[in-house]
């Protein structure tokens, strides 16, 4: 099992930063996919971002490539979301991911709200 914890959400000003952190229990962290999803207001959950289990190979949503990055340190179980050149579009509630590979996910979090302001 797989525990997921994400914290680093807040309120910033179009055009900012945040680092979404993702802190990971079990001892098998290193073994999983992680990812990131985010969910706006009235819409579905989207997905934003994904990183394999060595890190080695990550993909992204067309709507933030070349402004998110993830990563992760498995020294550390956590993953991270770096978020730059934040649009108010940007803003929803984001979830941390988990599972045996891309796009096979069986472990989420709770979320953490970002919120972009104009």
């Known amino acids: 099992q797989v525990h997921l914890v994400e914290s680093g959400g807040g309120l910033v000003q179009a055009g900012g930063s945040v680092r979404l952190s993702c802190a990971a229990s079990?001892?098998?962290?290193?073994?999983?996919?992680m990812g990131w999803f985010r969910q706006a207001p009235g819409k579905e959950r989207e997905f934003v971002a994904a990183?394999?289990?060595?890190?080695?190979?990550?993909v992204y949503a067309t709507s933030v490539k070349g402004r998110f990055t993830i990563s992760r340190d498995n020294a550390k179980n956590t993953v991270y979301l770096h978020m730059n050149s934040l649009k108010p579009e940007d803003t929803a509630v984001y979830y941390c991911?988990?599972?045996?590979?891309?796009?096979?996910?069986?472990?989420w979090g709770q979320g953490t709200q970002v919120t972009v302001s104009s």
């Open positions: 991911t988990a599972g045996v590979r891309v796009g096979v996910w069986t472990h």
């Open positions: 990183i394999s289990w060595s890190g080695s190979s990550t």
């Open positions: 079990g001892r098998t962290f290193s073994s999983y996919a």
